[in-house]
Protein backbone atom coordinates (compact mmCIF):
# COMPACT_ATOMS: atom_id res chain seq x y z
CA UNK A 1 0.00 0.00 0.00
CA UNK A 2 1.32 2.93 -1.29
CA UNK A 3 2.71 5.98 1.99
CA UNK A 4 1.83 9.45 1.87
CA UNK A 5 5.31 10.37 -0.11
CA UNK A 6 4.97 7.31 -2.29
CA UNK A 7 1.57 9.18 -3.18
CA UNK A 8 3.42 12.40 -3.59
CA UNK A 9 6.49 11.48 -5.51
CA UNK A 10 3.78 9.85 -7.81
CA UNK A 11 1.73 12.60 -8.02
CA UNK A 12 4.63 15.30 -9.05
CA UNK A 13 6.01 12.72 -11.73
CA UNK A 14 2.95 12.43 -13.38
CA UNK A 15 2.41 16.30 -13.20
CA UNK A 16 5.96 17.27 -14.71
CA UNK A 17 6.53 14.52 -16.69
CA UNK A 18 6.37 14.98 -20.63
CA UNK A 19 4.36 12.03 -21.30
CA UNK A 20 2.04 9.40 -19.02
CA UNK A 21 2.07 5.83 -19.79
CA UNK A 22 -0.37 3.29 -17.72
CA UNK A 23 -1.76 -0.15 -18.37
CA UNK A 24 -5.75 0.79 -19.17
CA UNK A 25 -8.15 3.15 -19.95
CA UNK A 26 -9.27 2.66 -16.04
CA UNK A 27 -6.07 3.85 -15.38
CA UNK A 28 -6.01 6.71 -17.31
CA UNK A 29 -9.18 7.98 -16.17
CA UNK A 30 -8.30 8.08 -12.62
CA UNK A 31 -5.01 9.50 -13.87
CA UNK A 32 -6.74 12.75 -15.39
CA UNK A 33 -10.11 12.50 -12.69
CA UNK A 34 -7.48 12.38 -9.75
CA UNK A 35 -4.15 14.10 -10.38
CA UNK A 36 -5.75 16.39 -13.25
CA UNK A 37 -3.41 15.35 -15.73
CA UNK A 38 -4.18 16.77 -19.32
CA UNK A 39 -6.16 13.58 -21.45
CA UNK A 40 -3.73 14.33 -24.10
CA UNK A 41 -0.92 13.57 -22.17
CA UNK A 42 -1.53 10.43 -20.90
CA UNK A 43 -1.01 6.69 -23.66
CA UNK A 44 -2.91 3.56 -22.73
CA UNK A 45 -0.29 0.68 -23.13
CA UNK A 46 -1.37 -2.79 -22.44
CA UNK A 47 1.17 -4.97 -20.95
CA UNK A 48 2.31 -8.41 -22.20
CA UNK A 49 2.40 -11.72 -20.67
CA UNK A 50 4.99 -14.95 -21.06
CA UNK A 51 3.00 -16.69 -23.50
CA UNK A 52 5.91 -19.54 -23.14
CA UNK A 53 4.67 -20.37 -20.36
CA UNK A 54 0.81 -19.16 -19.89
CA UNK A 55 -0.55 -21.34 -22.82
CA UNK A 56 -2.47 -24.34 -24.01
CA UNK A 57 -0.09 -26.76 -24.43
CA UNK A 58 -1.19 -29.93 -22.14
CA UNK A 59 1.07 -30.08 -18.70
CA UNK A 60 2.07 -33.91 -18.04
CA UNK A 61 0.21 -35.96 -15.50
CA UNK A 62 2.67 -36.39 -13.35
CA UNK A 63 4.20 -33.15 -12.93
CA UNK A 64 0.34 -31.86 -11.84
CA UNK A 65 0.02 -34.65 -9.47
CA UNK A 66 3.16 -33.89 -7.99
CA UNK A 67 1.91 -30.34 -7.56
CA UNK A 68 -1.79 -31.46 -6.24
CA UNK A 69 0.25 -33.93 -4.00
CA UNK A 70 2.57 -31.42 -2.30
CA UNK A 71 -0.14 -28.66 -1.23
CA UNK A 72 -2.91 -31.03 -0.66
CA UNK A 73 -5.32 -29.74 -3.50
CA UNK A 74 -7.57 -32.38 -5.10
CA UNK A 75 -9.82 -31.50 -8.02
CA UNK A 76 -12.09 -30.46 -8.58
CA UNK A 77 -10.99 -26.89 -7.50
CA UNK A 78 -11.33 -23.01 -8.34
CA UNK A 79 -8.15 -20.99 -8.71
CA UNK A 80 -7.08 -17.72 -8.03
CA UNK A 81 -3.30 -16.11 -7.82
CA UNK A 82 -1.71 -12.72 -7.05
CA UNK A 83 -0.72 -11.17 -3.93
CA UNK A 84 -3.50 -11.93 -0.58
CA UNK A 85 -4.43 -8.78 0.11
CA UNK A 86 -7.66 -6.75 0.42
CA UNK A 87 -7.91 -5.40 -2.94
CA UNK A 88 -7.82 -8.88 -4.53
CA UNK A 89 -11.00 -9.67 -2.28
CA UNK A 90 -10.53 -12.73 -1.61
CA UNK A 91 -12.58 -12.76 1.91
CA UNK A 92 -15.64 -12.53 0.07
CA UNK A 93 -14.51 -15.09 -2.57
CA UNK A 94 -14.10 -17.29 0.64
CA UNK A 95 -17.31 -16.27 2.00
CA UNK A 96 -19.27 -17.09 -1.91
CA UNK A 97 -17.74 -20.41 -1.84
CA UNK A 98 -18.78 -21.01 2.31
CA UNK A 99 -22.42 -19.96 0.58
CA UNK A 100 -22.23 -22.59 -2.68
CA UNK A 101 -20.99 -25.72 -0.09
CA UNK A 102 -24.16 -24.87 1.78
CA UNK A 103 -26.46 -24.63 -1.25
CA UNK A 104 -24.52 -28.22 -2.10
CA UNK A 105 -23.68 -26.60 -5.28
CA UNK A 106 -20.28 -28.70 -6.54
CA UNK A 107 -19.79 -28.66 -2.44
CA UNK A 108 -17.07 -31.10 -2.93
CA UNK A 109 -14.63 -28.23 -4.67
CA UNK A 110 -11.35 -26.28 -2.95
CA UNK A 111 -10.82 -23.21 -3.78
CA UNK A 112 -7.09 -22.64 -4.41
CA UNK A 113 -5.70 -19.45 -3.12
CA UNK A 114 -1.85 -18.84 -5.09
CA UNK A 115 -0.15 -16.37 -4.52
CA UNK A 116 2.68 -13.97 -1.73
CA UNK A 117 1.35 -12.94 1.74
CA UNK A 118 0.29 -9.30 1.64
CA UNK A 119 -0.51 -6.51 3.68
CA UNK A 120 -3.28 -6.52 5.51
CA UNK A 121 -3.69 -10.38 4.99
CA UNK A 122 -4.42 -11.76 8.48
CA UNK A 123 -8.51 -11.91 8.37
CA UNK A 124 -8.17 -13.75 4.65
CA UNK A 125 -5.74 -16.02 6.43
CA UNK A 126 -8.07 -16.69 9.57
CA UNK A 127 -11.01 -17.19 7.25
CA UNK A 128 -9.28 -19.69 5.26
CA UNK A 129 -8.04 -21.56 8.56
CA UNK A 130 -11.73 -21.79 9.87
CA UNK A 131 -12.46 -24.85 11.19
CA UNK A 132 -15.83 -24.93 9.30
CA UNK A 133 -13.65 -24.61 5.23
CA UNK A 134 -10.61 -26.78 7.39
CA UNK A 135 -9.24 -28.32 3.76
CA UNK A 136 -11.57 -26.57 1.18
CA UNK A 137 -9.08 -23.62 0.79
CA UNK A 138 -5.70 -24.25 0.00
CA UNK A 139 -3.04 -21.51 0.58
CA UNK A 140 0.11 -22.45 -1.36
CA UNK A 141 2.02 -18.98 -0.88
CA UNK A 142 4.33 -17.69 -3.78
CA UNK A 143 4.68 -20.04 -6.76
CA UNK A 144 7.18 -20.39 -9.39
CA UNK A 145 5.46 -19.58 -13.04
CA UNK A 146 5.80 -22.84 -14.22
CA UNK A 147 3.60 -24.28 -11.03
CA UNK A 148 1.30 -21.41 -11.44
CA UNK A 149 0.36 -22.56 -15.08
CA UNK A 150 0.30 -26.34 -14.22
CA UNK A 151 -2.52 -24.89 -11.54
CA UNK A 152 -4.30 -22.91 -13.68
CA UNK A 153 -4.70 -25.65 -15.89
CA UNK A 154 -5.58 -27.81 -13.92
CA UNK A 155 -8.53 -25.99 -12.47
CA UNK A 156 -12.37 -26.01 -13.15
CA UNK A 157 -12.66 -22.17 -13.09
CA UNK A 158 -10.57 -19.28 -11.92
CA UNK A 159 -12.37 -16.30 -10.33
CA UNK A 160 -10.85 -13.02 -10.16
CA UNK A 161 -13.15 -10.97 -7.74
CA UNK A 162 -10.92 -7.93 -7.13
CA UNK A 163 -12.16 -4.39 -6.09
CA UNK A 164 -9.47 -2.49 -8.35
CA UNK A 165 -7.01 -3.32 -10.51
CA UNK A 166 -4.45 -1.38 -13.15
CA UNK A 167 -4.29 -4.13 -15.66
CA UNK A 168 -4.82 -7.63 -13.95
CA UNK A 169 -2.35 -9.83 -15.51
CA UNK A 170 -3.30 -12.92 -13.60
CA UNK A 171 -6.71 -12.59 -15.21
CA UNK A 172 -5.11 -12.41 -18.84
CA UNK A 173 -2.62 -15.30 -17.79
CA UNK A 174 -5.91 -17.50 -16.68
CA UNK A 175 -7.50 -16.32 -20.33
CA UNK A 176 -4.40 -17.52 -22.25
CA UNK A 177 -4.39 -21.06 -20.28
CA UNK A 178 -7.74 -21.74 -21.74
CA UNK A 179 -8.96 -21.63 -18.41
CA UNK A 180 -12.77 -20.83 -17.50
CA UNK A 181 -12.82 -17.55 -15.74
CA UNK A 182 -15.17 -15.12 -14.39
CA UNK A 183 -14.68 -11.85 -13.13
CA UNK A 184 -15.33 -8.61 -10.82
CA UNK A 185 -17.26 -5.88 -12.99
CA UNK A 186 -15.53 -3.37 -11.54
CA UNK A 187 -12.37 -1.37 -12.57
CA UNK A 188 -10.37 -2.20 -15.62
CA UNK A 189 -10.99 -6.11 -15.81
CA UNK A 190 -14.48 -5.53 -18.26
CA UNK A 191 -12.38 -3.63 -20.26
CA UNK A 192 -8.99 -5.81 -20.45
CA UNK A 193 -10.51 -8.53 -20.96
CA UNK A 194 -12.84 -7.22 -24.06
CA UNK A 195 -16.29 -7.87 -22.69
CA UNK A 196 -15.92 -11.92 -23.38
CA UNK A 197 -16.29 -13.28 -19.50
CA UNK A 198 -19.20 -13.69 -17.36
CA UNK A 199 -18.68 -10.60 -14.81
CA UNK A 200 -20.72 -10.08 -11.55
CA UNK A 201 -20.74 -6.89 -8.31
CA UNK A 202 -17.60 -7.66 -6.34
CA UNK A 203 -19.35 -6.00 -3.17
CA UNK A 204 -22.48 -8.70 -3.61
CA UNK A 205 -20.88 -12.04 -1.79
CA UNK A 206 -24.46 -13.47 -2.95
CA UNK A 207 -24.00 -12.51 -7.22
CA UNK A 208 -20.35 -13.91 -6.65
CA UNK A 209 -21.49 -16.92 -5.84
CA UNK A 210 -24.64 -17.08 -7.95
CA UNK A 211 -22.04 -16.54 -10.75
CA UNK A 212 -19.68 -19.14 -9.99
CA UNK A 213 -22.17 -21.56 -9.34
CA UNK A 214 -23.83 -20.88 -12.98
CA UNK A 215 -20.54 -21.57 -14.33
CA UNK A 216 -19.56 -24.29 -12.24
CA UNK A 217 -22.75 -26.46 -13.13
CA UNK A 218 -22.94 -25.17 -16.96
CA UNK A 219 -20.21 -27.23 -19.03
CA UNK A 220 -21.02 -25.54 -21.85
CA UNK A 221 -20.25 -21.84 -20.56
CA UNK A 222 -16.72 -22.73 -19.70
CA UNK A 223 -16.64 -24.51 -22.66
CA UNK A 224 -17.60 -20.80 -23.92
CA UNK A 225 -15.27 -18.79 -20.98
CA UNK A 226 -12.34 -20.81 -22.25
CA UNK A 227 -12.65 -20.26 -26.01
CA UNK A 228 -13.21 -16.36 -25.92
CA UNK A 229 -10.87 -16.08 -23.54
CA UNK A 230 -8.35 -17.37 -25.31
CA UNK A 231 -8.89 -15.26 -28.50
CA UNK A 232 -8.92 -12.29 -26.30
CA UNK A 233 -5.30 -12.77 -24.56
CA UNK A 234 -3.77 -13.41 -27.81
CA UNK A 235 -4.07 -10.03 -28.32
CA UNK A 236 -1.54 -9.33 -25.59
CA UNK A 237 1.94 -9.39 -25.85
CA UNK A 238 5.25 -7.64 -24.56
CA UNK A 239 6.33 -7.06 -28.22
CA UNK A 240 3.46 -5.03 -28.86
CA UNK A 241 3.88 -3.28 -25.19
CA UNK A 242 7.26 -2.66 -26.02
CA UNK A 243 6.79 -1.21 -29.65
CA UNK A 244 4.04 0.89 -28.40
CA UNK A 245 5.76 1.98 -25.49
CA UNK A 246 8.94 3.14 -27.92
CA UNK A 247 6.39 5.48 -30.10
CA UNK A 248 5.68 7.34 -27.10
CA UNK A 249 9.76 7.89 -26.24
CA UNK A 250 10.09 8.63 -30.36
CA UNK A 251 6.77 11.37 -30.58
CA UNK A 252 8.74 13.36 -27.65
CA UNK A 253 12.32 13.09 -29.27
CA UNK A 254 10.57 14.41 -32.56
CA UNK A 255 8.86 17.64 -31.01
CA UNK A 256 9.79 20.56 -32.18
CA UNK A 257 12.29 22.68 -30.48
CA UNK A 258 12.72 19.64 -28.30
CA UNK A 259 15.71 18.14 -26.67
CA UNK A 260 13.61 15.00 -25.69
CA UNK A 261 14.96 15.92 -21.91
CA UNK A 262 12.02 15.01 -19.32
CA UNK A 263 10.43 12.31 -17.60
CA UNK A 264 7.60 10.12 -18.54
CA UNK A 265 5.89 8.60 -15.79
CA UNK A 266 4.84 4.79 -16.23
CA UNK A 267 1.78 3.97 -13.77
Known amino acids: MPNLLECIRLRNAAKYSLKCVTDSQCSKKDLVEIYGIPPEKVTVVYLGYDQDIFNTSKIGADRQQQLFARYGIRPPYIFHHGVVQPRKNLLRLIQACRILRKNQTGSDFQLVLAGPHGWKCQPILEAAAEVSVQGKVILTGA ?125
Open 143 to 267: LPDEDLASLLKGSTLCVIPSLYEGFCLPMVEAMACGTPTIASNKSCLPEVSGGVLRYFDPYSIEEMASTIAAALEDTALRSQLSTEGIKRASQFSWDRCAKETMAVLSSIQQRPNGNGKGRIAAR
